[in-house]
């Protein structure tokens, strides 16, 4: 059966950084685009970084230039490296991958909560 499942989160302190990992038990992992979303309190769900199947990425411009998003096809895996962390980045994180298409697929983990503060 499909899962995802985030890890990495946590309390840090202002100016530190956190590595958030998705691991993704489906089949043709590949062959999916991977999306990080967060949702913090008070505030509308956002896309904060993409991947796609092909390795081309984006970022929420708030993010450009602290965060990294990667992926590791051969252990269905992706990450977001996020440095220089701010208060504004508090928020439950949540990988999702998806493909579309004929054999279009969506996916969610269960969010892991980054807490960014002193």
């Known amino acids: 059966q499909e899962q995802i499942v985030e890890s990495g989160g946590g309390l840090v302190l202002p100016g530190g950084s956190l590595r958030l990992s998705c691991a993704a038990s489906v089949s043709g992992f590949n062959m999916y685009d991977m999306k990080w979303y967060r949702h913090g309190p008070g505030k509308q769900r956002e896309l904060v970084a993409m991947?796609?199947?092909?390795?081309?990425?984006n970022y929420l411009e708030s993010v450009k230039g602290r965060f990294i998003i990667s992926r590791d096809n051969a252990k269905n895996a992706g990450y977001l490296q996020m440095n220089n962390l701010t208060p504004e980045d508090t928020a439950v994180y949540y990988c999702?991958?998806?493909?579309?298409?004929?054999?279009?697929?969506?996916?969610w983990g269960q969010g892991t909560q980054v807490t960014v503060a002193s």
């Open positions: 999702n991958v998806n493909r579309y298409g004929v054999l279009a697929r969506d996916y």
């Open positions: 991947i796609t199947s092909r390795g081309a990425t």
